[in-house]
């Protein structure tokens, strides 16, 4: 034993020995955190394919009833349609049939859309995806801003009324906040549309980029309002933090002026943890989406997701489900690699 | 000759809510006097906890807001304002911080002893400067990429220490420049402290440990309990008997070197009204319970005691 830690020692004193046992043990670790997560995400996958299966199975909701509402078919025609729609199958046929599709490297065929899932989810997705992006960066950019300034103000007014609105977004619903802006922008003042992402009478193929953008921004300010809320709190307790560090006592003493070591010192350290929290917010900015699109009557990955689980369309929910749960996990994994590969303090434990 | 930095009856109080809206002054530093001429290292030594630093961050103007100051500290004959502490700082006036804490660990250290710069010009300037200052305590160019986190305990009092004379200041105050350094490394700091005194710089050092003021300063401030005691010589302090108040009596005979010899008793936490040696003085009278001291010149040694008050009245 006592052998084996001189000889430890030794070859640790060797400088170029070592940065060569340096660089093995890095792209190990990389490869190891790689592997780790990738099989966290294949468990996470699997659990969430069961849970939906079975939550489609218990669902009170008839497809057939749901497809036909009020119309009246004779009986031949409903065994047809509950054919269609997998009504006779048991569970373990359905998730064994889901599993052969899935096998064949398709997600099936959606029963409501009548075109491959994978299109489906492409086209909605697309559509969905603007609008987070748009309304993630919003609330990204204003939630750190307002909390920088809150933060460097802390306890004046400003700081007081930016904390107050923060508390009113956090306890009011997305939804609620959605119908607040509809009417007031849209229909008392009449500045933006009421909602669909096309002026109505209009093909989509014939939509300008500008008619686009222009039924784009309600939802997305919708969206990002909340986000800004959480973000904004985050980044104000931070930079308070911040301010009461040694090292900004010390660049005081320094004699920096006050917004420069706002900005050297404050948003140097905070900016960091800021983006890693905006990356976990996926799941937030995913589950607000639906809602919005809902309000805004935005044909997106909301909107079908609500089809899909009110029609039990299993192979188009179980698609959606799927891809959302991927999104939220490369947003969690950014959020992980930003943290342990980009700040120097981590990054260095990793090399030794 | 005018002195560098004059302190004159500076009183320190925090205000504070406690339970509920009733508001508490607690008094940390109590009518401190003390100078520091060119050329000259001036320590205050006082137990760790004891408010010591607060007198370097109310030179500097950087209290917290809720603190409140009465006294005047004078720089140069000029009576320093906050207009003037933070014009002052940084350039004429620099603090060399107690830790690697002080540096923003996100900041590479060249970076950061550089500053803030207004154009691309004054950064390439102090660029040179920085790279002179870092060579001369034997920092190599590897150093200036590297992080607070990756510096040796030496390395970091050498990058703090080059990081206040950057600006070639004329006065400065170390604070606590020697904690959980090794013998060497204190070594060193103390002779990087007398170093300065030889470039014709003042130094207001912070310490609670007696060896470093000891060996380091020219003169000894003692601090107890919010109020300086005695200002003598650092030469007196070698010896009890040379030394006129009671407790530094006792805290020099308690050196292991001269006995060891502990005194039961310990300091007030809060501002008293006597003399704040009053309940372990062995030479206390009774004036000495409800009256205070003031800080007098007893043949050329500052001190804060009835015993020499008395002395000076009869002669």
Redesign the interface.
Known sequence: MIYFYKSFFNSFFKTNLYTLEMIKINSKKLAKFLGYKAIRLLILLVVIAAISFIMVQLSPIDPVKAYLGQRIVSQEQLAIMGEYWGTNLTLGERVLGWLQTLASGSMGFSLIYRAPVTEVIAQKFFASLTLMIVSWIISGVVGFGLGVIAGAKEGTLTDKAIKTYCYILQSTPTFWIGLVLLMVFSVYLGWFPIGLSVPIGQLSDTVTFWQWLYRLILPAITLSIVGIASLTMYTRDKLISVKNSDYFLFAQARGESFWGMIKNHGIRNILLPAISIQFLSFNELFGGTILVEQVFAYPGIGQATVAAGLRSDVPLLLGIVIISAIFVFVGNLIADVIYQYVDPRLRSEDDE | MTKLLEVNNLSISFTQYVQGLNRHDSKVITDLTIDVNENEIVAVLGSSGSGKSLLA?SI?G?LPYNSHVTGEIKYKGEVLTQELK??????EI??I???V???????KVSQQAI??CEDDKEREEKKIRQREVFSKYGLDESVDDL?P??LSGGMARKVLLS?ALL?DPNLLIADEPTPGLDKQSVEETISDIKNLKEQDKGVLLITHEINVALKTADRIAVFYSGHVIEINTAENFKDADNVLHPYTKALINSLPRNGFKLTEGVQPLDDVIGCPYYENCPVRMDKCEKNKPKLINHNGVMIRCFNYEEVNDES
């Open positions: 961050h500097l950087i933070e014009k002052l700082r940084g350039k620099c603090l911080p107690q830790s804490n002080f540096l923003d660990p996100l900041m500053g803030e992080y986190f990756e990081t600006g």
